[in-house]
């Protein structure tokens, strides 16, 4: 990959859209992780102005403390960052209590955890329409494309997707370049959506190099039968997470009425 010439390439995709929609610049969650801070520094190479939120819920202070630096970074760096700090603690603990108790906690700790990703996406869009600017967002082609390791209406709620078309690989050979904190690039990806440090990898099942090579086995038609021990066992996770996260990466099913009905 021709690095530099990539992320012009996205510098200049992101000032040309929001130009053209008339936007004054962009709004990012930043999390503490490589896909936020990469997001949010070509954001921020283009001299709109870019709000940087932290919104945690119940977050790892790790998590909280690498997402703070990174926005002090940014502003080292560039002078057209606004930090803007969100407390959403209170407001999930709040709508937790709202809702019916269940019987065991466990049953909705995933529920919850997209409940998590939805309250930050509504975040990002009232500072957006309070201040004109673009919902970025941070998915890259393996999670966006492959597995669909994000929250419907989450954090896969976004205007304009300036990663999605890198593999996480790459979005690390992207980051080194722009010398992001080595703390976030040597961090291991997680979706901080659990209140813990546990990782991608813990929940998916395999890494994310391992992911890309079972994607790209899939666009070249390969099958499970192609394959043995961890090679297979991996090729078998991406497919059902693909399979099965299908309705994330479709559009959303239209039920067409026949003229003769009209």
């Known amino acids: 990959m021709q690095t530099e010439k990539v992320i012009d390439h996205i510098v200049k995709w992101l000032k040309d859209y929001a130009t053209n929609a008339k936007q004054k610049g962009f709004v990012i969650g930043i999390s503490g992780g490589i896909d936020s801070a990469v997001t949010s520094t070509l954001c921020a190479k283009t001299g709109l102005d870019l709000m940087c939120l932290e919104m945690p819920i119940h977050q790892a202070p790790n998590q909280s403390d690498r997402a703070s630096r990174h926005i002090e970074w940014l502003q080292a760096n560039f002078k057209n ?39 930050r996406m509504t975040s990002l869009y009232y500072f957006a329409a309070l ?14 494309f492959g597995v669909g ?17 890198l593999m996480k690989t790459e979005v690390y050979a992207i980051a080194k370049v722009l010398g992001i904190n080595e703390e976030i690039i040597s961090a291991a990806p997680t979706d901080g959506l659990w209140g813990d440090d546990r ?49 994330k990466m479709l559009p959303i099913p239209i039920c067409k009425i026949p003229k003769a009905l009209k």
């Not at 603690?89 to 700790?109: C, G, H, I």
């Open 81 to 119: 960052i606004k930090r803007q700090p969100v407390n959403l603690t209170p407001v999930f603990d709040s709508l937790v209590a709202a809702l019916p108790a269940v019987e065991n906690e466990e049953d909705r700790f995933m529920s919850l955890a997209n409940t998590r990703a939805r309250l």
């Open 149 to 165: 390791f994000y929250t419907k209406y989450g954090d896969g709620g976004v205007d304009l997707s300036p990663i999605a078309d």
């Open 131 to 144: 201040e004109r600017y673009l919902v970025a967002g941070t998915g890259n082609k393996v999670e966006d």
């Open 199 to 247: 990782t991608d990898e813990d929940q998916i099942g395999a890494s994310y190099p391992e992911l890309e090579w079972a994607m790209t086995m899939k666009d070249e038609g390969k099958t499970i039968t192609d394959f043995e021990g961890r090679k297979k066992e991996v090729f078998s996770i991406f497919t059902r997470l693909n399979t099965m996260n299908q309705h």
